[in-house]
């Protein structure tokens, strides 16, 4: 599983960068992005699920860190709000991975 992980971080890094520079390239000097992903019923709720996932995953990674030994949790959630949940979930679950087989 931990290769699993690794290269879905991998992908979960490089695929919404490049779908967002994509945008970019194609709406040069656009700006007001976040708006317009509340602009449909589609977006906004993928937006809404997106959104309450991150809140989910946030004391998911403090508990098990915790619990599991794992240092320096806070920059898992810097990750999710830089680069997405699609890096930061497996990159979390990369690195929970090599703490369960400490045990």
Excluded: Q
Excluded at 79 to 87: A, P
């Amino acid at each position: 599983m931990k290769l699993f992980y690794f290269l879905a971080a991998v992908i979960g890094a490089i695929v919404p960068y490049a779908v967002y520079f994509g945008y970019l390239a194609y709406v040069p000097g656009s700006s007001g992005a976040l708006s317009l992903a509340w602009d449909n019923p589609i977006s906004a709720a993928t937006l809404a699920d997106f959104t309450l996932s991150c809140l989910v995953f946030w004391p998911f990674v403090f508990k098990e860190s915790r619990k599991l030994g794992i240092r320096h949790a806070w920059l898992f959630i810097v990750t999710n709000i830089l680069v997405g949940l699609s890096f930061a979930l497996p990159a979390f679950l990369f690195a929970r991975e090599r703490a369960l087989e400490r045990y």
